[in-house]
Each structure stands twice: as C-alpha cells, then as structure tokens.
C-alpha cells in the first residue's frame, strides 16, 4: 500500500491554519513587495523586500544562514555532545562546564585593564548585537517525552539539554547541573524529516536600531505614543530622569512579583500599594527588544536612544511642519538607523578589528549589492560576536558629576546590576552609569584572564535561584546549533588549521593554553568554535584575531553591501544629508540626551582623567546639522508644492502624498504628480473633511448626548430644549397662580382665627 500523502488528511485551508498557527507562515510564504514611493524611501519594520528578488533575506523569524553545513550528532539534530560517550576523532567531548572552569574562569581581582578601549565599547558591542541577533528559545518548558520541567531535570529529553556539572566541580553538592533550553527550531527544513535542523533569527539582520523600535508591527505601535502629532516614542508615564523621559513600564506578569523591581522581601501591602501608585506596572522597561533591561549599561543606551529619537522628531517637526507625525516618525527612525550604521562601521569596528585588519577585511562601499545575503550567519551570532564576553569588567561604576565615585550611589559588583531596572529610577538615572561607561577601562583579555567570575560564578545569582555560568552556556549553544569545530573555521577563513600541541602553541601564542585545551579536548579537532578563536592572540591594535577578525568582518561587510537602505547607497539620503550624518557623535548624542556636560571626543578610547574631558560646548562635540531634512517649497518645474490647509503632505520624489488628521477623510487624490509637459500638478489636491462621529450609532453611552467637534466628538448631559414665549407666559401665569393661592389661604386661615378669638366667653377673654 502506497505511503499516503499528507494532503490527504489534511485540507488547503487546515494547512493555512497551521501555518499561521505556528508563525511558521512568516517563514514559508513569500511577501508581496510594495512598489510605491514610500515603500522605497523606508523599510519595512520586519526587515521584508529589502532585497526584492529575495524578500526573506534579513527579514525577522527566518532560519540563520550557513557558511558551513552544521555539524549534529545524528541525522534527527541532536546536539554535539547529547550522548556523553559519543566520540568525535576517537575522543568524546568534554563537559563545557570542565572547560569553563579550567580555561575561562577568572577571579574578579585577577584581571588586568585596557589601556586604551573604554567599557563603552564593550557595551556597544552588545547593543548593536541585539540589533542583529535574537535567538528563540524553544517555547516549551518541559520535557517532550517525560513532561519535566526543564528547569528542574538533569535529563536530556528535547528541549532540555542541562550543563551536567563534573565531579570536580566547586558546586558539586548543592547542584548537579545547570538548566539549558534548546533553540526553536525553525519551520523551513528545520525539523525532521523535512531536512537539517536551523535556528531563527527573531530580529531583522540589519542595522536598522530595531532594539529602539521593534521587528513587529503590534510592537512598534505600541512603543509609540500615538496621541503624540510629533511622531514621538512613548516614555514612562510615572518617572523621569530629572524632567527627562524613562521607557515606559512593562505590565506585571504576575501579582506582588517585579523580577526588575528591587531585591529586597517586600511585603504583599507595600507591593499592594506600589500596585496602585504604578497602575500594576513592574519595574521592567518596554523596548523594541526584550533584552533590555539585562543590566544597567543595557538600560543606559535603550534611554538615550529613546531620547534620540524623539528629539530628532521635534527638530524634524520644526522644519517640516506639515508632516504627519507617521513621516516624522519614519524619519527620525531612518536617521536614527543610519546614525548606529555610521557609528559601528566607522567608530566601533576599527577598535575591534584594528585598523589595518579593517582596511583589509572591510574594503570602501561599491554600492548595493543585491547578490549579497545580508541574513546573521549561524556561526556569527552563536559563536563569533559573543567575543566581548571576556573583556567585561566585573564592577559597574556609577559616577557622579565630577566624574569620580559617587557615595550616594556606590559602584556594584556585576550581577547586582542585572535586572536592576529600578536602579536607575531611584539612584540617580541613567548618568551616573553612562559617566561609568565613558571613563572606566574594559577588562583586557589575556590567555590567562578569559571570563571573570561574575559570569562564570554569579550570573543572575541576584535574581534568584541558581546561578548560571556564561562560558558553559555560550559553549552549550555552539554544540546545540550544531557548529563545527575551531579547525573546520580556520580552513573556511584560509587561516592555517592546527594539528598537534606545537601547531596550536604557535597560533595561541602560549604553550599552557594549548596543554589545557588538548587536555580537555583530547585532538585539536574537538575544540569548540567559541574557546579556540577566543584564545587567538589580538591582532595590531584589535581586541580580536585572526579568526575572529574574518568572522566579524565577513558579517558586517555582507551586512553593508546587501543592505538596499544602507546610508551611503546612492538615492537612500542626499549628498547634503549624507555629509551630515558622517559627523555623527555618540559623545553629541550623550549631550543632548542627559545632563552630562563633560564627555571625551571619542567616546569608545580611554580617558584616563576626568581633566581631559571635553565641555559639550566645545567644537570637536560636533553637532548633527538637520537643516538638509528641510523639505523645499517649490519644484523646479510644476513651481509651488500644493499644500492642504488641513492636512499632512510629504514631498516623494515628483509626488505629493497626502494625509488627514485623526477625525478627518480625505475627499480626492490621495497624492498628487508634477506633470512635465504641463507643468502643472495634476490631479487636484484632496481637502480634509471633518468626520461626522456622532452619526455613528451607541458611540456615545446611552444616558449622554453626542456633539461633533472638529476632528473629534464629545459625550456630553443632554441639554433641555429652549422654552418658547407661550411656554413661558404659561410658566409664569402658573407660578402667580401658585402665589395667589398662598395669599387667599393665608387671608383665609387669619380671619380664621380672629373669628375663634371672639367667640370665647367673657372671662375667658379677660384672662387672655
């Protein structure tokens, strides 16, 4: 009997449902590209039909690409590593905590400083990964097989895959192992037997500062303040820094629990009565990515660049008054994306590469390419951008105005600024960490100072429960996406690979490393992607190497050649904007932002006292010039730019587009066009017309009245219909009636009385 087809269970219309369901839909259908003008000028908010023949490439919840076909324990996915004796080259894997504990750990007071990288750097190395990375976790909790909860066995069984903790460990006796959750498989070919098994990427690949906006649309809206007619962000309704905007807070998921809110026990009344002065609000800030409130420096550079944005939007509004707050709103999000792109490629990855690797590796811009998959490779975000791990330093210090420790909020060890949001609402605001940023050194990575402990040891310890350790879970990752190992990546970078203890000696540049790692490891081929390219000596004035350096140069340059929204492609901006966003400044944007008056001119290099601070005033703080955002007036040939009196009007190309105020239709063409053979601006322009709200039925409550206003309506007590003369002759006719009746009664009841008074005897009378 022939195997059936699944089609014959189940119908076209039941697939959709699945499809949809699932979210694999995002995954699997094409997009329909729009070809209007305004679909030219900006991107998509998920990153679709940036590329038009490929629409998916870089798109939100599509599969990571491949620069090398992964690597699983067997044909069904299963991780590298999932049966511990399985043997790779006659040698099994060793427990990535083994690794962790005996090649990356690091006492916090055993680590040397950079003498010339800032912590900044390293927390822009983070920032910008989150807004080209996010990796799903599978949605599940529990054991598919048995039911366990994840968190709580030390059974493999899909999605678990726990860090098995060795005999020798230091927390051997309090735990035996340490949770892990399996990335979500991604629908296209990720899931047996449809094909290999890949994993998604939650965000758009491109530098665009999605973690400001979001990859959704229900996510940018509802980071928007849509009453706003200035195409402004929302901020915090309950807080500001000193006048100036917070994030607005997340709802909380659970009564009486804030995992952002502070450590200390709080009793149910105080969590009762925060309730109600925050509207049942937790700590926990809402951005465009859901990482944001991982630490301080973290929360930092969400805040200013929510503030970069909105202040960008109010200069645009200044210069274009007759934009709607949709195209501010877009345009101060282009600007603000073209911004990061310029400060990454030109600022950051010079640092890191060093210079002579970067000239090399990131050659000029020839233009948009659209051969160029610009999609996060698999090995990039699991393995090759999680670099910057081992140069954290374990302390966060917070700064006063003076640039020296701050008593009233005192510098913290590491893992108590995780999920420490509230710190910044009730300590002082985001400039206290930002001055800790600029002026304190990164931890410099040596083949003796990998991780320090705070990561290795303390990860999330605040935030209860057991602590995790960052290197076992980065190595986790590796194996459970299935990346081959260090030599397999030397060969694709044309790098020499090792084959013995000598060969790997000589590429680390350190004998003792190269024991540890064939000790653990057993062959040079084992070596896990992620520790052998740490371990790589940096390159001339680069905080990586060799491998690490193609790796990071091979994404980026994929990432600005396929990129049709990149700033210095031709049409995407002017000359004369694309001149200004070349000044761009982190240092200017911190000054504009905050009540910092002090910063360095470049803010990702040492400074090594607070005396070599520049004023914000000074010329080196250059500021971004948005004059050229200034939309003209006339058009060279249909003359005068037709405007609505009532009304948005953008200027695209030859065409006026148009757009009504809330509580107004548009009554004609949606936009209008510069005829050339005329000279005239054809068709006519529409009119806003006021919408009649209250001809809509049970608008209004029942017991209310409705009353149209411009552009709006109110709910109001009915009022009582005027009175006419006759009605009121009869009121005033029936209130001296009433009088009248008073008076004969009163006459009535007196001579009543004087009546009863006479009729009494004699005697009587005398004694009255």
Known sequence: MDKPELTEFLSAEDMETILQVTACSSETLRPVCKSDCLSKRYRTITGHCNNRENPLWGAA???????????????????????????????????????????????????????????????????????????????????????????????????????????????????????????????????????????????????????????????????????????????????????????????????????????????????????????????????????????????????????????????????????????????????????????????????VLGRGANQVLMPPYKGYDPNADPSISNIFSTAAFRFAHVTVHPVVNRLGPDYRLNPEHPALPLHHSLFASWRVVQEGGIDPVLRGLLLSPAKLQTADQMMVEELTERLFQAQGGLPLDLGALNLQRGRDHGLQGYCSWRELCALSAPTNESDLAGIMGNEVLAKKLLHLYGTVKNIDVWVGAISEPALPGGRVGPLLACLIAKQFKALRDGDRFWWQNEGVFSPAQRDTLHTASLSRIICDNTHIQLVPSDPFTRTLHPDDLLPCTHTSITHMNLLPWREPDSDPVCGAVPRLRLGFSVLCNSAVIYQCPTGYLLHGATHVTCDPNTHQWTPQPPTCQDIDECSTSSICPPHLQCLNTPGSYTCTEPVAPPLSASSIVASVMTVLGGVALIVLFLACYQRLFLRRAESKPECCQKKS
């Open 61 to 351: 919840n599509t599969p990571y690409t491949r620069w090398l076909s992964p690597e699983y324990e067997d044909p069904r996915g299963a991780p590298r590593g999932w049966n511990p004796q399985h043997t790779y080259h006659n040698y099994t894997l060793p427990p990535v905590r083994s690794v962790s504990q005996e090649v990356l750990y690091t006492h916090n007071d055993n680590i040397s400083l950079d003498v010339s990288l800032s912590h900044l750097l390293v927390e822009w190395g983070q920032w910008i990964d989150h807004d080209l990375t996010l990796t799903p976790q599978s949605p599940s909790t529990a054991a598919f097989k048995t039911g366990a909860d994840c968190t709580h066995t030390c059974s493999r069984d899909t999605p678990c895959f726990p860090i098995q903790i060795p005999l020798s460990d230091p927390r051997t006796g309090t735990q035996s192992c340490m949770p892990f959750f399996r990335s979500a498989p991604s629908c296209m070919g990720g899931s047996v037997p449809f094909g290999r098994r890949e994993q998604l990427n939650a965000i758009t690949a491109f530098v665009d500062a999605n973690m400001v906006y979001g990859s959704s649309d229900t996510l940018a809206i509802a980071l928007r303040n849509l009453s706003s007619p200035h195409g402004l962000l929302a901020v915090n309704e309950f807080h500001t820094d000193q006048g100036l905007g917070f994030m607005p807070y997340l709802p909380r998921t659970q009564p009486h629990l804030d995992p952002c809110g502070p450590r200390e026990v709080v009793s149910p009344e105080t969590a009762d009565k925060q309730n109600t002065t925050m509207g049942n609000r937790s700590f926990c800030f809402q951005a465009g990515d859901s990482r944001a409130n991982e630490h301080l420096g973290m929360i930092a550079l969400h805040t200013l660049f929510l503030r970069e944005h909105n202040r960008l939007a109010e200069e645009l509004h200044k210069l274009n008054p007759h934009w709607s707050p949709d195209t501010l709103y877009q345009e101060a999000k282009k600007i603000l994306g073209a911004v990061h792109q310029v400060l990454t490629w030109d600022h950051y990855l010079p640092h």
